[in-house]
């Protein structure tokens, strides 16, 4: 994908009465310190236009990239909620639940998970709420690099059976810079759906 611009345009603190932009959209998702802002960054070859994401239960916010002046990338907060008050947790839970239910140009969920580990609970629980809805997803396995060449086909399918996916999911390394195309192209072809 040749990226001809990439540009941060407003972040918005829900769905719900708020005028949000109306073009595509691919939303970003996954466990704090997965390594979505990484992986956003390395997709459109800018090193720092996402910066790391804050801890759970800072601000939390849809942040919008117009992409190509075409279409965009919404950056959602990540999850990861082991020392946050259970208001925050629902917050969380309420705003993106409402995100995913109501933004009408939502074309694809790009969950990251970290290659290294099993998903874990949360993982499952927002990857079952994404499947049972049937809203567009794609699992991406981050960090290949730290797992060792023949560990990676184990780790996968590991990966694949506990979230019971057709697909294998597709591995990526913000490190090694690897793995994007594929992940490309399925962005591109969730955005030439109707
Ligand atoms: P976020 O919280 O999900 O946005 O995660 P970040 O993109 O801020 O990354 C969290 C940490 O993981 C940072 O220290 C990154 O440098 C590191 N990281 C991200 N992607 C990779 C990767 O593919 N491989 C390795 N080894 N480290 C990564």
Redesign the pocket.
């Known amino acids: 994908m040749i990226i001809t611009s990439a540009e941060y345009i407003k972040s918005f603190p829900s769905i719900k009465g708020f005028d949000l932009p109306e073009l595509s959209a691919i939303a970003f998702i996954?466990r704090?310190?997965?390594?979505?802002?990484?992986l956003i960054n390395h997709l459109l070859n800018r090193k720092k236009l996402v910066k790391?994401?804050s801890t759970p239960g800072k601000t939390q916010l849809l942040n919008f990239f117009l992409i190509n002046k075409a279409f965009y990338f919404v950056d959602l907060p990540?999850y990861g909620f082991a020392n946050v008050p259970v208001e925050v947790k629902m917050g969380w839970q309420a705003m993106i639940q409402d995100f995913l239910r109501l933004y009408p140009h939502l074309r694809l969920i790009v969950q990251?998970m970290d290659l290294r580990h099993p998903p874990t609970r949360e993982d499952q629980e927002f990857y079952h709420l994404l499947s049972e809805n049937r809203w567009p997803s794609l699992v991406v396995a981050?960090?290949s690099?730290?797992v060792k060449n023949n560990s990676l086909k184990r780790s996968l399918t590991a990966m694949q059976s506990c979230l019971h996916l057709r697909k294998p999911p597709l591995m990526?390394?913000?490190?090694k810079k690897t793995g994007k195309e594929a992940i490309w192209e399925d962005i591109k072809d969730h955005l030439q759906r109707d």
């Open positions: 996954g704090s310190n997965a390594g979505k802002s990484s790391t994401s990540g990251l981050n960090k690099d730290k990526h390394s913000a490190l």
